[in-house]
């Protein structure tokens, strides 16, 4: 299973960004996707995350700002980002949890890319 994230970039303050991600391989299930982001000295984060029935789940510092969703069909995952801050500047991380292949269960990581928001 690999997960591979796209979109990120350099913004100004107010703008908005759109993250992608692919999990690709033979999956039977996922049951939740999410981002995670991390930035210089700090620990990794929940951002959001979204279950196969479309349960959402955010970070305080997002609600109203940021809108995760999913297509459960071709395993793929969005972040919507809106009216960024330079504390949203950080590598952005996809997380798939609980995916069923043929011989294991388990979670798996992206690769990460980065969203810095500066003037």
């Known amino acids: 299973v690999q997960l591979v994230e796209s979109g990120g970039g350099l913004v100004q303050p107010g703008e908005s960004l759109r993250l992608s991600c692919v999990a690709s391989?033979?999956?039977?299930?996922?049951?939740?996707m999410g981002w995670y982001r991390q930035a210089p000295g700090k620990e990794r984060e929940l951002v959001a995350s979204?279950?196969?029935?479309?349960?959402?789940n955010y970070a305080d510092s997002v609600k109203g700002r940021f809108t995760i969703s999913r297509d459960n069909a071709k395993n793929t995952t969005h972040l919507q980002m809106n009216s960024l801050k330079p504390e949203d500047t950080a590598v952005y991380y996809c997380?798939?949890?609980?995916?069923?292949?043929?011989?294991?269960?388990?979670?798996?990581w992206g690769q990460g890319t980065q969203v810095t928001v500066s003037s």
């Open positions: 391989g033979t999956i039977f299930s996922i049951y939740s």
């Open positions: 997380n798939a949890d609980g995916v069923q292949t043929r011989d294991r269960f388990g979670d798996y």
């Open positions: 979204i279950t196969g029935r479309g349960v959402r």
